[in-house]
Nanobody, 121 residues
């Protein structure tokens, strides 16, 4: 599966952004999908993940209550709604797909190119 993330940009602290990830290829619904991010000078970290048919979602503690992951299998899309953004959320955000049910980046086989989110304080 090929992944294309979009929706990043510059936003003020306290604002919102919605990231989108378009998947091409077959059997999108067979993949566990996640969002990861990498801030300058830091390691890539898990943000959120969603099970194949949206039955379960998972969040990093740092975004819980502020971010919402969702997917639309009919459109081969995954979304990340980000609210109450802070400067700590500034990073390149990547969508990724895994055949395993996991929140660990090493288990994700497919990655998008990343979209930059910059939060100004």
């Amino acid at each position: 599966v090929q992944l294309q993330a979009s929706g990043g940009g510059l936003v003020q602290a306290g604002g919102s952004l919605r990231l989108s990830c378009a998947a091409s290829g077959q059997a999108f619904s067979s993949y566990f999908m996640g969002w990861f991010r990498q801030a300058p000078g830091k390691a890539r970290e898990f943000v959120a993940a969603i099970s194949r048919y949206s039955g379960s979602t998972y969040y990093a503690d740092s975004v819980k209550g502020r971010f919402t992951i969702s997917r639309d299998n009919s459109k081969n899309m995954v979304y990340l709604q980000m609210n109450s953004l802070t400067s700590e959320d500034t990073a390149v955000y990547y969508c990724a797909g895994s055949t395993a049910q996991s929140v660990y980046s090493r288990t994700y086989e497919y990655w998008g190119q990343g979209t930059l989110v910059t939060v100004s304080s």
